[in-house]
């Protein structure tokens, strides 16, 4: 229905001058009334304040940014408001939130859009409003620098970083469930006893001794060199006086880097004289963390180019050439306009989704062109490469290179048999050498170090080549399934703490040995033991998925609850409901295949499972409870009996 006419004639939130209103918003971090998805749910209407443009002129003007929108037509402003928002909530990153729901209300409609970072979707309907105002406006609006705006906004969250926002990428499409836990900063997959925390590509699993061994590059070195791999001979200094008198035994060319860093921060290669040890030293000592005492490494430099090599659960799965940022002249340019110019294209985004980072102009690149002649303001002859570092570093505009398919066999065992010593899910191991197709054994090739939480977004999107799957690699390792992650999961709409106690007993007499924990409006139970979770209802679900030795979660979701908070969880395997209100009904959109419900209105009661539906009439007095605890039962025997392991 097109909204010809205001029915709110008292703005909210619009200016003056606005067609527009945009208020009630709410964050739901689960399923909810509206969507089966965390959601950012809020109302639209007109304002009241002057006439709209037709819905026509409001879709074309979108179009020209977004051209699949132009290709329908809609039935009201709400609906291509939505659509929009939703389309701009991809933030050119491809981000998992297409989905969306309309429902008519008195005073215009109620959008609700998938979220998967609260700030950032607020962000994202704002900057769509003042777009569709200034359509209104006949001016010219920016939405690309709004996009970017939000893009940082959201890499600033916890789920934008590279690495963390590939796994939840691939847990949502694998059907694994993850959450962040505040209170310890890490992320959840999988409920329960089944669950794993991490953050990045560290794991409550992995061995934090092994993982602290390899920041110590010195002592992690000297274990290499004893098992018999390939280490370059090198010294640890603390003074520039040290690294000298090393240089000078070891022999130059030499590499200088501090002994606790990540992401090439300090390093540098191929120093070749004293004068650049000097600025190498200077280098690796500012790179150094404050509460950390100066420790550089001078070693031989090997030549050659810089691989990554990710082991996963002590298994090979992916090698990645990285090569310095280089920029190509084109005979009337400087330097510093090829880099300006390389920075604009739309593979240098710079977001978590993009395939290189931003070229970054600093004090190293500098050093290094004035040692080829050159400068930012040299302009450079046509068809002539030049390399900005010596260093492949990617954070500061290096390529990467799919080099999986090249690596030597002798080499994958070499990985394999490093990660082999290290308790830890996720290895890289870097290395340099001529040719990373030939077999380490024929020697020039050296470990440069060892790496306990290895970025991963590289082998997923490489500059060039075909990009590695490593996350499922990652999170397969846990889980075999989206189904080998959960616990079962039983939803109530009401659950009296009296039924509740009948219920767990009721299941510990064929699983005595299980952990229960259940949440319903009176109090929060691990089996028959009242425990004084804090928060609201969803924190308390939380709370008990947290717990790993859970085997199973009963809650109670009542609509006040449903409404006010959302789901917590994405699925139920079993949901009893009695006498249940429009809202509660819709727990039985979110559930797992091959789910059981029982559903109880008046004195009818209906059971669908197995893709069939059973419906009988209550006797007179006859109680609900003992229908669903046989029904519970049957669940329960028939995952066991298929080895679910339950």
């Avoid at 690294?243 to 540098?268: C, E, M, N």
């Avoid at 006797?619 to 049957?634: D, R, T, W």
Wanted: proline share 5%; glycine share 6%.
């Amino acid at each position: 229905m097109v909204l010809e006419h205001p029915a709110n004639m008292n703005p909210v939130n619009a200016r003056a001058n606005d067609v527009f209103d945009v208020f009630n918003f709410k964050h739901y971090i689960g399923p909810n009334p509206y969507l089966e998805r965390g959601a950012l749910v809020f109302e639209f209407s007109l304002s009241g304040n002057r006439e709209p443009l037709s819905i026509k002129e409001y879709g074309e003007a979108i179009a020209s940014r977004y051209p699949q929108l132009g290709d329908r037509d809609y039935d009201s402003y709400g609906e291509l408001f939505a659509h929009t928002v939703a389309e701009v909530s991809r933030l050119d990153m491809d981000l998992y939130c297409d989905r969306w729901s309309l429902t008519t209300t008195e005073t215009g409609v109620r959008i609700a859009v998938e979220s998967i970072h609260e700030s950032t979707s607020h962000g994202v309907v704002y900057a769509v409003w003042d777009w569709f105002e200034t359509i209104t406006q006949d001016q010219r609006f920016y939405i690309q620098d709004q996009i970017e705006l939000l893009q940082k906004r959201f890499r600033r969250s916890v789920y934008g970083g590279p690495t963390v926002y590939a796994l939840l990428r691939t847990a949502h499409y694998t059907g694994i469930p993850a959450f962040y836990l505040p209170d310890e900063g890490l992320m959840q997959y999988g409920y329960g006893k089944n669950l794993v925390r991490g953050v990045a590509t560290t794991f409550d699993c992995d061995s934090h001794l092994d993982s602290d061994f390899t920041t110590r590059k010195d002592d992690c070195k000297a274990f290499l060199d004893t098992l018999g791999f390939p280490v370059p001979k090198g010294e640890i200094v603390i003074t520039l006086d040290q690294a000298l008198k090393a240089a000078d035994a070891i022999g130059y060319p030499v590499a200088v880097k501090p002994v606790v860093g990540h992401k090439g921060i300090g390093v540098t290669a191929e120093v070749r004289d004293d004068d650049e040890l000097e600025f190498a030293f200077d280098r690796a000592v500012e790179a150094h963390p404050e509460d950390h005492p100066i420790n550089v490494i001078v070693e031989r430099s090997i030549p050659g180019a810089d691989y990554r090599l990710l082991c996963v659960d002590g298994k090979f799965v992916a090698a990645m050439e990285r090569r310095p940022a280089t920029v190509i002249g084109d005979g009337y340019s400087t330097i510093a306009d090829l880099i300006d110019r390389e920075n604009l294209k739309p593979e240098r985004l710079d977001t978590p989704t993009s395939a290189m980072g931003k070229i970054v102009t600093d004090d190293s690149m500098k050093r290094y062109l004035a040692e080829q002649g050159i400068s930012l303001d040299t302009v450079v002859e046509a068809d002539r490469a030049v390399s900005l570092r010596k260093v492949a570093n990617l954070s500061a505009g290096g390529v990467s290179i799919d080099a999986t398919n090249r690596v030597h066999p002798d080499t994958i065992i070499l990985a394999q048999d490093i990660a082999q010593h290290f308790r830890l899910v996720c290895l890289g191991i870097d290395i340099l050498t001529p040719d990373i197709g030939r077999s380490w054994k024929e020697g020039k090739f050296g470990i440069v170090e060892i790496n306990s939480a290895p970025g991963i977004y590289m082998h997923l999107r490489p500059a060039v080549g075909d990009p590695v799957d490593v996350t499922s690699h990652i999170l397969g390792t846990f889980f075999e399934s989206g189904e080998s992650s959960r616990i079962p999961i039983f939803t109530f709409n009401y659950l009296p703490l009296r039924q509740l106690r009948e219920l767990i007993d009721h299941i510990l007499l064929s699983h005595p040995h299980w952990t229960i924990g259940a949440v319903c409006r009176e109090t929060a139970l691990v089996n028959r033991a009242e425990k004084r979770l804090s928060g609201d209802h969803n924190t308390k679900v939380q709370s008990l998925l947290r717990n790993p030795k859970l085997d199973l979660l009963i809650a109670e979701y009542r609509e006040t609850e449903l409404v006010q908070e959302g789901l917590f969880y994405d699925a139920s395997h079993v949901v009893i409901l009695d006498d249940p209100s429009e809202v509660e009904l819709s727990l039985t959109r979110d559930v797992l295949e091959g789910a059981t419900l029982v559903i109880k209105q008046g004195a009818t009661v209906s059971i669908r499972k197995h893709g069939l539906v059973e419906q009988f009439e209550l006797a007179p007095e006859e109680s609900f409870s003992p229908i669903y605890l046989k029904e519970i039962s049957a669940v329960l025997h028939n995952a066991s009996e298929h080895g679910q392991g339950w």
